[in-house]
């Protein structure tokens, strides 16, 4: 092989693996080798295993926020939504055998309700999405508030809830890492390898060329919204698992972190940009930082300004923005 | 004549949600046990002056087509800030209050360079920057305490020849002294041409980065504010997280109420300010209504679904599909 097509075949390599996912892969090892230099736990596989777990909760709620951020929208309701799939997930826990055993499509189905009450208001009725992801959050945050006072619902999760998220039946491989596996998959192929993926990254580009080239681009939003909503509920019902308990603040904690670990996955936030393994990155990233500051018992305030900076440091690296011209 | 139609078709936003809040805070006072008295008034101006003047921060940034959610973390951070150093004699308090002001505005200096030096989608970077400020915040105020200079908050708090909010009257000359001068300015007018269109802006040879740094400048300015009249409320300082992320998300209904475009480049603070007030008295109406407050949160939410919808009604008058891709 001479030296060219050599040349040709890394220039290949390098143009397909973008430069932000590479930077974000890099400062994952960066991190573990600094916090091996504190602890020689940090390289142990049972510590990347549990981390990888706890990822994969913020994996599978960052996978919907990426799809909707891929259209150049936000979905600021995820907080409540997960709450949603969580609480309803375990009060049809509550309802007896047949609840039970739909407890975690049910829950699913609530999320991928308010979704599509999301796309619809972005896509059919033209309302900025920060604003009708605001008020569809503050509408299932009420709706929540009134069935745990109204109705005392049942809030702890069901058997098969509990052993989707903390359980391991293939290797010791953990399920919830597995259920992030089979999402990621989904997600990959449906973005790089379906007309609606491929109508995804166009609309974010630009809506109006995508219209205009026959795309129903206000199908395809509905559609990405309600995806969005029901993996935001899927990863209730898969916290209400782990907790084995539905709680009402239980999603307040995601809604930034899943939004962090997008665009630190290098996807802009403009929407058009952006591949789902920048996103794995990402969220792997936003863990192991979380977890490192909390095992050196780096206090609440000192975590937040590390988490703020690092961010900021991050993308001041490849998230910059073209100067005006 | 055809002045005030255009001034009038300018503020039509405003005045609109002007209109809808008198209406609101009628149906408010008349319902109220106590009826509409002076300290029934001085109680509801306490509590929407706050959301009005994060709103107000919020608005600064609006205009040019950014977006600020670090609002509320630059709030509870001056908040903890006043209960330490807003104390002791009417000098040293007199320092504290300037001391508190100037921090505001260092906190918006940092986030308009992040954004305008940084080039970072303002989105992301206030963000990152609000989880900075909230930990300084918690550095303050590790659990939740402090004190404030009591003449200066109940002179705030209080009403002004036992009749008029006290701080209405503050809010009122808030917007007189830093509000509508910006809007004559020529970096006002700049900011609202940024918001139109960065790319015509810049090529008209608008400060463009001047505009939009003074726009964070200023809204860190305004959240200081509210931060400080938070203390004199509460006599305290805590450090929240919930505080932090309500009175963010507050703030952008309150802007969107209030008629200011998401998308830049229209409305006003007043309006914001008429927003923020709309929907304090939204969330007290069910009070006075005797319902339970049970459902308070799920009424407001649903309120506010319904503002917005009506806002889109932009669509009816959409001739050819084409527009709404713009």
Redesign the interface.
């Known amino acids: 092989m001479s030296v060219r097509a050599q040349a040709k075949i890394s220039d290949g390599l390098l143009k397909r693996v973008d430069r932000p996912v590479v930077i974000a892969f890099a400062c994952i090892v960066a991190l573990l080798l600094v916090g091996s230099l504190y602890s020689r736990s940090f390289l142990s596989p049972e510590y990347l295993l549990q981390q990888l777990k706890v990822a994969s909760f913020l994996g599978v709620i960052a996978t919907g926020t990426m799809i909707v951020i891929l259209l150049g929208q936000i979905d600021l309701s995820v907080p409540w939504v997960v709450a949603v799939g969580g609480m309803m997930s375990t009060a049809a826990t509550g309802w007896g055998p047949a609840g039970e055993a739909l407890a975690i499509p049910f829950g699913i189905a609530c999320g991928v309700a308010l979704g599509l009450v999301n796309g619809f208001g972005v896509a059919y009725l033209r309302i900025p999405s920060m604003i009708i992801t605001l008020a569809v959050n503050a509408v299932a945050q009420g709706l929540m508030v009134v069935h745990t006072g109204g109705f005392s619902p049942q809030d702890s999760s069901s058997p098969a809830m509990r052993t989707l998220a903390t359980g391991d039946l293939v290797f010791g491989l953990p399920n919830a890492l597995i259920v992030w596996a089979v999402v990621g998959a989904g997600t990959i192929f449906l973005l790089n390898r379906t007309t609606f993926g491929r109508a995804v990254y166009g609309i974010g580009n630009r809506e109006r060329a995508a219209y205009l080239s026959g795309i129903d681009t206000q199908r395809i939003v509905l559609i990405a919204f309600a995806i969005a909503g029901g993996l935001s509920a899927f990863g209730g019902v898969l916290l209400a698992g782990y907790a084995s308990k539905a709680a009402q603040a239980m999603g307040d904690a995601y809604l930034l972190p899943a939004i962090a670990s997008v665009v630190l996955g290098g996807a802009s936030i403009l929407g058009g940009r952006g591949s789902y393994f920048g996103t794995i990155a990402g969220v792997i990233l936003i863990t192991l930082l979380q977890s490192i500051l909390s095992v050196v018992q780096m206090p609440e305030a000192g975590r937040q300004i590390i988490y703020g900076v690092v961010i900021i440091a991050m993308l001041l690296l490849y998230g910059r923005e073209s100067r005006t011209r | 004549m055809n002045d005030w139609r255009y001034v009038f078709s300018q503020n039509r936003a405003t005045l609109l949600a002007f209109v809808f809040f008198v209406v609101m805070f009628a149906i408010y006072s008349t319902n109220h046990p106590a009826g509409f008295s002076a300290n029934v008034v001085q109680t509801a101006a306490n509590k929407g002056v706050l959301l009005a003047l994060v709103a107000m921060a919020q608005t600064f940034v609006v205009i040019t087509a950014g977006?600020d959610l670090s609002v509320g973390a630059m709030f509870v951070l001056t908040n903890c800030l006043a209960s330490w150093i807003v104390v002791g004699t009417a000098w040293t308090a007199a320092l504290g209050v300037a001391g508190v002001l100037l921090t505001g505005l260092a906190c918006g200096a940092v986030n308009g360079l992040?954004v305008i030096v940084?080039?970072?989608?303002p989105?992301?970077?206030t963000?990152?920057?609000?989880?900075?400020f909230?930990?300084?915040?918690?550095?303050l105020r590790?659990t939740p305490g402090g004190d404030v200079y009591g003449p200066l908050a109940d002179a705030l708090t209080g009403r002004v020849f036992s009749v008029l909010p006290a701080s209405l009257v503050a809010l009122a000359a808030v917007v007189v002294i830093i509000w509508i001068p910006y809007r004559r300015s020529v970096i006002g007018r700049a900011a609202y041409a940024v918001g139109s269109s960065?790319?015509a802006a810049?090529m008209s040879g608008v400060p463009?980065d001047l505009a939009k740094f003074c726009a964070y400048v200023l809204s860190g300015l305004a959240a200081s504010m509210a931060g400080l009249f938070l203390t004199f409320v509460t006599y305290s300082g805590e450090a929240s997280a919930a505080n932090g992320?309500t009175y963010t998300?507050y703030s952008?209904?309150a802007v969107?109420l209030g008629g200011v475009s998401?998308?830049g480049g229209s409305g006003s603070a007043i309006g914001a300010i008429f927003g923020a007030l709309m929907f304090r008295t939204i969330g007290d109406l069910l009070f006075v209504f005797n319902l339970d407050p049970?459902?308070?949160?799920?009424?407001?939410?649903?309120v506010?679904?319904a503002a917005?919808?009506v806002?889109?009604a932009?669509?009816f008058q959409v001739r050819n599909?084409?527009e709404?891709?713009?």
């Open positions: 977006i992040i940084g080039r970072l989608q989105i992301v970077a963000i990152a920057t609000g989880a900075v909230f930990g300084l915040a918690l550095v590790p960065e790319q810049f463009v992320g998300l952008i209904a969107v998401l998308y049970l459902w308070q949160p799920l009424f407001q939410g649903l506010l679904l917005i919808c806002g889109a932009r669509l599909r084409l709404l891709f713009e």
